[in-house]
């Protein structure tokens, strides 16, 4: 008799009409076909990660595991206490791995008192590509015009079909100058784009959208 070691376990998927038992080995596989890796995510630009990061590594899988199950979260906390670095940190985590098809897009939102000024600057750099606007058109967009740029935002977002996470650092000027404007945007920007996830990082709530 061969000596077999007791740390092998052999696990055999036979056919099974009885269905009694239970397959340990295989699945469950995610549906679809299987995808190159060759082909880069077209946003793929975030701040480096913070590689002394000390005693954050809960946290950092409550923030990972936040983000890929909802579509909206925020890291809250008191100044300085350490949301950006721990943004920077799950974004890499998640970028390393290719866990948003379509990419991560990383806003610093610190210094912006003005939605419509964030706006523009999304349709601007971000949109532009899309609208193929005209350095005049471009020029043209009314900062004033709140619902012509969440109009080219949105529109934006909805034709998103891949995956992808937009994060906003550093929320709380916009939450507390422009409250109403910012929160409105980012309601939009839910209902707009499925495929987009958004995560936040805010000295204060963002409160009920
Ligand atoms: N866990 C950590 N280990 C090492 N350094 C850290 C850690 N957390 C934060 N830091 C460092 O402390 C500084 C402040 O952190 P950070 O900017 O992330 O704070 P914040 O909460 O985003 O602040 P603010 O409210 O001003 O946006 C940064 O230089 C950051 O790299
Ligand atoms: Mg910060």
Redesign the pocket.
């Known amino acids: 008799m061969p000596v077999i070691d007791d740390d092998i376990e052999f696990n055999v998927a036979l056919p099974d009409p009885l269905k009694v038992h239970e397959c340990k080995v295989f699945g469950p596989f995610a549906s679809g076909a299987l995808e190159s890796l060759d082909e880069e995510p077209r946003f793929n630009e975030v701040p480096a990660e913070?590689d002394?990061?000390?005693?954050?590594q809960v946290e950092l899988f409550e923030v990972i595991h936040s983000v890929l199950n909802h579509r909206l979260v925020n890291i809250m906390?008191?100044?300085?206490?350490?949301?950006?670095?721990?943004a920077k940190n799950a974004v890499n985590y998640m970028k390393d791995r290719r866990l948003f098809k379509l990419g991560i897009i990383f806003f610093s939102l610190k210094g912006y008192k003005s939605t419509n000024v964030f706006m523009k600057k999304v349709v601007t750099n971000l949109v532009r590509e899309k609208f193929e606007l005209e350095p005049q058109e471009r020029k043209d967009i009314e900062e004033n015009d709140f619902e012509k740029l969440l109009s080219m935002v949105t529109g934006y977002f909805k034709t998103i079909d891949e995956r992808l996470l937009v994060v906003f650092d550093?929320a709380?000027e916009l939450l507390y100058y422009d409250n109403l404007n910012f929160r409105e945007f980012l309601t939009h920007l839910l209902h707009a784009g499925p495929n987009a996830s958004f995560l936040m990082?805010s000295?204060v709530t963002i409160g009920v959208l």
Do not use: S
């Open positions: 913070v002394n990061l000390v005693g954050r906390g008191l100044p300085g206490i350490g949301k950006t670095a721990l550093n709380e990082t000295r």
